[in-house]
């Protein structure tokens, strides 16, 4: 399956992306290394609509060791940043609350690059078992989180983040695009 029909004929529920997910091929480690843009898959999960909202850009992988989960647009629009994922996903869930996701913060967040930002990798990529196939796996470092990632195409990957306390998966599709760099 390309990556257009997957964004074109988005999923609506949870198990036609599952359906998606489990119909797509593993993913080698290796493979992931390399600056990957981000899109939300919505299905109803609670944080459908929150990276939209923050402008989240997509996840750069260096090496097995060295993944930044979290990154942004420049305010120039010239370059990108990583975020400290702690500083996003810890304390109270946005996905809450509807009315949040329709806000942008895109904004705010940019104006706190400063508080925000981490030069520190965040991450690791590893080889897990998820759904009974063993494949790339991104593991936060400070939270119970691993995105789970499956091959639509040469260059674009289907992502199910896996989160403690969830009862399911929220979705997104990375596209290689390796046009901006970390700075």
């Not at 981000?38 to 996840?59: C, N, Q, R």
């Amino acid at each position: 399956m390309r990556v257009d029909e997957l964004l074109t004929d988005v999923p609506t529920t949870t198990a036609d992306a599952l359906a998606v997910f489990d119909g797509s091929m593993a993913v080698e480690p290796s493979s992931m290394i390399g600056t990957w843009r981000g899109a939300e898959l919505p299905t109803g999960h609670p944080m459908d609509g929150l990276l939209a909202a923050s402008g989240w850009w997509g996840k750069q992988f260096v090496d097995a060791e060295t993944v930044h989960p979290l990154l942004f647009r420049t305010r120039d629009g010239a370059a990108l940043w990583a975020m400290n994922p702690i500083l996003a996903f810890s304390g109270t869930s946005l996905g809450q609350f509807p009315a949040v996701k329709k806000l942008s913060f895109v904004r705010p967040i940019a104006a706190s690059r400063l508080a925000l930002q981490t030069r520190v990798p965040r991450a690791r990529l590893r080889t897990t078992r998820f759904r009974d196939v063993d494949t790339a796996t991104m593991q936060y470092d400070q939270l119970p989180i691993n995105d789970v990632f499956r091959r639509i195409s040469d260059d674009a990957v289907i992502g199910a983040m896996d989160m403690r306390g969830s009862e399911q998966p929220y979705f997104f599709v990375l596209r290689r695009d390796d046009s901006l760099t970390l700075r």
